[in-house]
């Protein structure tokens, strides 16, 4: 597993983690995240390919991903590094959520997941 930053000009602009699976190998980008001051600036893919070449460098057969994500940029960005949208999962629940009335009222979450295939297994 690997943490990456993106500093511009002495400041954290962005970030990014993978972490490795071994029983399926395939690598999770996760948390990726850029300051929204900095966003449209090639940021976001230049960490999302950083995922990806901790991927093939480690021998891992393919990266997933999922978001809750509601901004089309997002999926956008996802889709020029290569990730398929392999489905999506409606009524998510993110953790700590309680599924009190309120929340199923305000919390309408969709889960999208998406994979790249580095290599067949």
């Not at 993106?6 to 699976?21: F, K, T």
């Not at 021998?59 to 999926?75: C, D, E, I, Q």
């Not at 889709?79 to 999506?88: T, W």
Request: with cysteine; net charge positive; aromatic share 10%.
């Amino acid at each position: 597993s690997c943490f990456w930053v993106a500093v511009l000009d002495g400041n954290v602009v962005g970030i990014v983690a993978a972490r490795g699976n071994e029983e399926d190998n395939t690598v999770e980008l996760r948390r990726m995240s850029v300051d929204s001051n900095y966003r449209g600036k090639g940021i976001a893919k230049a960490l999302g390919r950083k995922v990806l070449e901790f991927a093939m460098l480690n021998n891992y057969s393919s990266v997933v991903l999922g978001t809750t994500a509601v901004k089309m940029a997002a999926h956008k960005l996802y889709e020029s590094l290569g990730f398929k949208h392999v489905g999506v999962v409606e009524h998510y629940a993110l953790p700590g959520m309680t599924h009190s009335l309120l929340e199923r009222m305000f919390f309408q979450l969709r889960y999208h997941r998406y994979r790249l295939q580095l290599r067949e297994e």
